[in-house]
């Protein structure tokens, strides 16, 4: 026998069997898959823990498009090693290579603003605080790297420099989705002593 309830998340129907409740028990949140259960977490979780939950929703988002962006730019650094001069490349070869730039601009445009956005209004309101911050320079680079590899894909000549910002964007918002997670691990445990 079997039971139907809905999904918490997105409330479509989740068929469980019939089993009966354990007296005292807290009646279990119900997921129809591993996004509702994500999505769940991430948005009904408040204070550090629910930021840090967002942040690593971000970071796995943008490590998928910066993977992406790196898979297509290794075929534009095969071009570059393999091909001796513009003449000797077939026309198939530099219109593939010029598809390879528009597709790692159209992957790392989303890596600049889920990611690069945060650190750029942090650079911001630092400034505005009277100081400048390595998030300053982490941002005037991963700019840089992205405007001349910009200006080269309308061009179609020249190097592309996308997989780069977008590794110094994941990196750093790695680097400190570890330490919030450790603060939230830490609070909690310091918590639980008390």
């Given at each position: 026998m079997s039971v139907q309830v809905p999904?918490?998340?997105?409330?479509?129907?989740?068929?469980?069997?019939?089993?009966?409740?354990?007296?005292?028990?807290?009646p279990q949140p119900v997921f129809c898959c591993f996004g509702c259960r994500l999505a769940f977490e991430v948005t009904h979780s408040g204070g550090e823990k629910g930021r840090v939950?967002?942040?690593?929703?971000?970071?796995?988002?943008?490590?998928?498009?910066?993977?992406?962006?790196?898979?297509?730019?290794?075929?534009?650094?095969?071009?570059?090693?393999?091909?001796?001069?513009?003449?000797?490349?077939?026309?198939?070869?530099?219109?593939?290579?010029?598809?390879?730039?528009y597709a790692s601009l159209l992957f790392a445009t989303p890596v600049f603003f889920i990611l690069g956005v945060p650190i750029l209004r942090n650079a911001l309101a630092q400034r505005r605080r009277g100081f400048v911050s390595t998030d300053a320079m982490v941002i005037l680079g991963v700019a840089a790297a992205f405007g001349y590899s910009y200006v080269s894909t309308l061009r179609g000549?020249?190097?592309?420099?996308?997989e780069t910002a977008c590794?110094?964007?994941?990196?750093?918002?790695?680097?400190?989705?570890?330490?919030?997670?450790?603060?939230?691990?830490?609070?909690?445990?310091v918590e639980s002593l008390a």
């Open positions: 999904c918490e998340y997105c409330r479509l129907p989740v068929v469980l069997p019939d089993r009966p409740a354990k007296a005292g028990a807290e939950a967002w942040m690593l929703t971000r970071l796995g988002v943008a490590v998928f498009l910066s993977m992406s962006v790196m898979i297509f730019t290794i075929y534009l650094y095969g071009q570059d090693v393999y091909a001796a001069d513009e003449g000797s490349a077939s026309l198939l070869s530099r219109n593939l290579a010029g598809l390879m730039r000549t020249g190097h592309t420099y996308f590794m110094v964007l994941v990196l750093v918002t790695l680097g400190r989705w570890l330490e919030a997670a450790g603060k939230v691990r830490a609070t909690e445990a």
